[in-house]
């Protein structure tokens, strides 16, 4: 049984499933998007999260803490070109978003040995997903009332002037005829009879 072991070993020792799993964020880091089966997938998902977060983090420390992230983040990926994009353009796009970086799409089956594939990519990256959002609005949030003050006398000398055009308003309408009563259906006549 395996209760509680929630790391999958992908049939590789420590040391090749650590080095595989490098190299493959390294490749997701400069290319943005790869295809890999579903396991690795989500295998390097929990891998490349964790190091994205710490290169989004630098930006809002100390010049002594960016350095350890960076290392850190080398000690990981082994590609110093990887951090260097790391913490250079995927950062700044990432830098609003609160988690998620990455996104898997499954692809269907691999003709050779029908094992699960996906595509793996970053989210900020993908232009066709994205195109359709509208940009997110900065605005600052506050608890004043909606309405300005200016505004306020306008939409009360509005009220006051559809008063003033009721008033005026001559009452000579016709008395509505009362209307007849519809009949119903005669699906209740028919089930007396059945």
């Known amino acids: 049984m395996r209760h509680g072991k929630k790391v999958n070993h992908l049939g590789r020792k420590s040391a090749h499933r650590k080095a595989m799993l490098a190299n493959m964020a390294c490749s997701l880091i400069e290319h943005k998007r790869i295809n890999t089966t579903v396991a690795k997938a989500k295998a390097l998902k929990q891998f490349v999260e964790p190091l994205i977060t710490k290169s989004k983090a630098e930006n809002n420390q100390s010049a002594e803490q960016g350095t350890h992230n960076r290392r850190v983040v080398f000690s990981n990926l082994r590609s110093k070109e990887a951090v260097t994009e790391l913490f250079g353009a995927v950062s700044e796009k990432v830098a609003d978003r609160q988690g998620g970086y990455t996104r898997i ?44 003050k200016e505004e306020q006398p306008a ?19 016709a008395p509505k005829a009362p209307e007849a009563p519809q009949s119903e259906p005669e699906t209740k006549a028919d089930d007396a009879e059945a």
């Not at 699960?116 to 608890?143: H, Q, W």
């Not at 939409?155 to 309408?173: I, L, R």
């Open 155 to 173: 939409a009360e000398a509005k009220v006051e002037a559809k008063a003033e055009t009721k008033a005026k308003a001559p009452k000579a309408a």
């Open 105 to 148: 799409i499954k692809l269907g089956s691999r003709l050779g040995d029908n094992a699960d594939m996906a595509m793996i990519e970053l989210v900020d990256f993908n232009e066709l997903y994205n195109a359709g959002k509208p940009a997110k609005k900065t605005t600052r949030r506050s608890r004043r009332s909606k309405g300005s």
